[in-house]
């Protein structure tokens, strides 16, 4: 049966509720829960696409599954095995639903969130916690605590040294762009607007996750005065904010921009400051937003700051597929990822 949050919380039948394991000790989730964690902790349940993606990347034999299939374009970007994991749903999010006795029938030493942390959020891990006998941690999923997230990540699965390795990967890229970002003055920083949806009119509020790396980068988010999440804006409103550059996850909306009359006017389309993000495997700036954006901060760096940042992106790209995502691309592989940047 496919269950929603709701049903999911209103009870469970005590015929599917897991045994506990034998514990061996606790770790504090950053949430503040104090999560009981076996002894051995070798099979994972991604509560959603950014935990899934984190797990991935840590340690493929421990997840248990993709909350929704790869597809076949980003599984040739993916180590062998990762697209024959199947597709077990999620607990949260947009269309959280999954089906828990398949859940149960996983058998998972552990579920796992990571992303925002709030009252709803803390409410359902306790709840499903409760009602399966499964822990339930809770970790950040905002870039700039990447690094601690992988070692959080470590203690819960006892594999502290292992979390290290990519935990310092993320501090050296973030503190490394970080460093070069301090120095350019304000008035140097570009105005930036991000483009979702079809017709380029959904957009990230200030401090929304879905542009938490552009924000992070010192650029100007022309959106940032309102707070929030993603909100719908008119084409009018583009206009009057007439913004420096433009970036999209979206091919149909990049490749009809630059030819239409209503964008026309707007600096970043009269000077060809259109960049589409790359999304193989997964999107190198949004959707999801996880660790996969460490690669997109270069990405998005050099974008913003060409002169500032001079380096290759295929090196740094071929680098990071190979820590974390367990599979080395071909320099046609990189081309392709990289060919529609604008």
Partial sequence: MIIDRRTLLSGVSAVLVAPRLAHAATVTDDAGRTVTIPDKVERVFAAGPPA???????????????????????????????????????????????????????????????????????????RVQEQTGVPYALLDGRFAAAAATYRKLGELTHRQSQAETFAGYADKTITTIKSRIDKIAQDQRPRVYYARGPRGLQTGLGGSINVETIEFLGAHNVAGDRKGGMANVSAEQVLAWNPDVIITIEPAFAASVKSDPVWAPIKAVQTGRIYLSPRLPFGWVDFPPSVNRLIGLWWLAKALYPDRFPEDLKPITRDFYQRFYHATPTDAQIDRVLAAQH
């Fill in 52 to 126: 899934s993606i984190l797990l991935y990347t840590f340690a493929p034999e421990l997840l248990l599954g993709w909350t929704r299939a790869p597809e076949p374009a980003a599984c040739e970007y993916l180590g062998a095995g990762a697209c024959d994991k199947p597709e077990v749903g999620r607990l949260t999010g947009r269309g959280n639903t999954t089906n828990l006795e398949v859940l149960l029938k996983l058998k998972p030493d552990l579920i796992l969130d990571v992303g925002t942390i709030n009252d709803t959020y803390v409410s359902l891990a306790n």
